[in-house]
Nanobody, 115 residues
């Protein structure tokens, strides 16, 4: 069974950095794309960044220049490196993946940014 597992959330001060991890299990084939979404209280889930298996990326305007999505050495592993965090970045962050036409979500990890 294909699953996405995230880790790395927590509390950070505004201006600080945090790195989230996402690893897929249950397949030895590459996902078509992987990425990150986030959902703040009372708001809809929104795209943060996505990377395709051709390494094309699409960042939300709100995170451009501050967030990156490096790949891990293991297949189907991505990170979300977040710099210059703002209180408005606080949310539950979800790993997202597309594999053989199916969409997969991680369980979510909380990021809290104190001002």
């Amino acid at each position: 069974q294909v699953q996405l597992v995230e880790s790395g959330g927590g509390l950070v001060q505004a201006g600080g950095s945090l790195r989230l991890s996402c690893a897929a299990s249950g397949t030895r084939f590459s996902f078509n794309s992987m990425g990150w979404y986030r959902q703040a209280p009372g708001k809809e889930r929104e795209l943060v960044v996505v990377i395709t298996n051709g390494d094309s990326t699409n960042y939300a305007d709100s995170v451009k220049g501050r967030f990156t999505i490096p790949r891990g050495n293991a297949k189907n592993t991505v990170y979300l490196k977040m710099n210059s965090l703002k209180p408005t970045d606080a949310a539950v962050y979800y790993c997202h993946g597309v594999f053989h036409g199916h969409v997969y979500w991680g369980q979510g990890t909380q990021v809290t940014v104190s001002s």
